[in-house]
């Protein structure tokens, strides 16, 4: 059966990091949508250079685009057994595309919860690496660290995560995401967890959440396998 993960939440909730170890965790693949624009931009590519302008000023890229990013990304076999979506959907368009393209009773919807002033904090301080794109602990970050503890790759600041452009990616958040909240809360497989615990208890509460959605009864969800084994129906491989 696929478990079909999508995580919500403000810039800085902690979307990726916990996407990362779920994807660990349940052995499948984390998509974000922000990293796979990151990596375009980075790259130089036609893509990269349509989306850059967009992102250094915290908006959001068309739905068009999006949608038919994430439709190609979850068209290959290795979201077979499931996925753990980062970054999307982001608006109404997106969570009805994405309803579309999978099972839409078999989504466990993960929300986030952090004050505001913590995002702003925990993203003022953030750095990334450079080359593999991991969240550098932010305690080595407060010691110094400089390079990756993954690969040794070198840490930056992500250009939208200066002070100005995070309080206007905030603004987007309220005013085109947060809306999604409303869609999805009816659903018996919807659950907000607090992100102002540390990362290890909030990593807890979300497998706890997602396994009781698993269990019989849990959620009240059918759960429904799109396929029991290799790509999904239309998958490019
Ligand atoms: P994206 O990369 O998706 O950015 P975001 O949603 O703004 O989220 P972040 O990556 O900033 O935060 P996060 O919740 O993942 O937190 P993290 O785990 O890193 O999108 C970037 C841009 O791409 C968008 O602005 C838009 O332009 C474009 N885009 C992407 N998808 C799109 C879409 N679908 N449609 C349109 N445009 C799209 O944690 C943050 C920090 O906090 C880290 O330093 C971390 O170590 C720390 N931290 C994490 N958890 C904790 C904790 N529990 N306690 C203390 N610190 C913690």
Redesign the pocket.
């Known amino acids: 059966m696929p478990l079909d993960i999508v995580m919500l ?1 403000p ?8 996407a990362a170890r779920l994807a660990k965790h349940y052995g499948i693949p984390a998509i ?4 796979m ?2 990596e375009a931009v980075q790259a130089g590519t036609d893509l990269g250079s349509r ?1 850059k302008a ?2 250094d000023r ?4 068309g739905d068009d685009l ?1 949608i038919e990013i994430v439709r190609e990304r979850l068209a290959r076999a290795d979201t077979a057994n499931g996925f753990v979506l ?6 109404r368009p ?1 969570a009805g595309a994405l309803d579309a393209m999978v099972n839409e009773g078999g989504l466990s919807i993960i929300d ?1 919860a952090v004050p505001a002033e913590e995002l702003v904090r ?2 003022s ?2 750095r990334i690496c450079r080359d593999c794109a991991a ?4 305690a080595s970050v407060e010691r110094g660290a400089t390079s990756c503890a993954t690969c040794g790759g070198m840490l930056v600041q992500r250009s ?1 995560d200066r002070e100005q452009v995070v309080r206007e ?1 905030l603004a ?1 958040y309220e005013r085109n995401t947060k809306p999604l909240l409303d869609y999805y809360r009816d659903r018996p497989s919807f659950r907000t967890i607090d ?5 290890d208890a ?1 990593f807890g509460a979300i497998a706890e959440a997602i396994d009781g959605m698993a269990a019989p009864g849990g959620g009240d969800k059918v759960r429904t396998p799109l396929v029991p084994e290799g790509p999904r129906p239309g998958a490019a491989g």
């Open positions: 939440g810039p800085g909730a902690g979307k990726g990091t916990q974000s949508t922000g990293d624009l990151r989306v967009v992102m915290g908006d959001l890229v999006m980062d970054g999307f959907p982001r608006t997106q986030i925990r993203l301080s953030r969240i550098a602990d932010p939208d990616r987007v992100g102002l615990q540390p990362p909030v």
